[in-house]
Nanobody
Framework: DVQLVESGGGSVEAGGSLRLSCAMT???????????MGWFRQRPGQQREEMATIERGSSARVFMGGRFTISRDNSKNTLSLQMNHLEPEDTAMYYC???????????????WGKGTQVTVS
């Protein structure tokens, strides 16, 4: 199977930057079949939001403006999210997700990490 572990969260002042990482481990054959990966976040008291997705061939989509950049290193089985000019409203738990088929919100439900907390003050 596949496990996702996020890292890189923490506390940062408004205007600062953070780079989140998601390490994907597990059965190599299953990992090779992961088509799409994405980042979601859940702010306090709100529903989970889709932030960005990236396909195996590195075709990426970002749904939250120009402050966030998603990238993927298939050789290292890692997913990253570069976040710049952070605002207090970006305070949330950030999650990594992976899908075997498709790259929609519903597809990105095959595997989830436990999240990494980002706090912007």
């Amino acid at each position: 199977d596949v496990q996702l572990v996020e890292s890189g969260g923490g506390s940062v002042e408004a205007g600062g930057s953070l780079r989140l990482s998601c390490a994907m481990t597990g059965v190599s054959g299953v990992i090779a079949g992961i088509y799409c990966m994405g980042w979601f976040r859940q702010r306090p008291g709100q529903q989970r939001e889709e932030m960005a997705t990236i396909e195996r061939g590195s075709s990426a989509r970002v749904f939250m403006g120009g402050r966030f950049t998603i990238s993927r290193d298939n050789s290292k089985n890692t997913l990253s999210l570069q976040m710049n000019h952070l605002e207090p409203e970006d305070t949330a738990m950030y999650y990594c997700a992976a899908a075997r088929w498709g790259c929609t919100v519903s597809a990105l439900d095959d595997y989830w990490g436990k999240g990494t907390q980002v706090t912007v003050s």
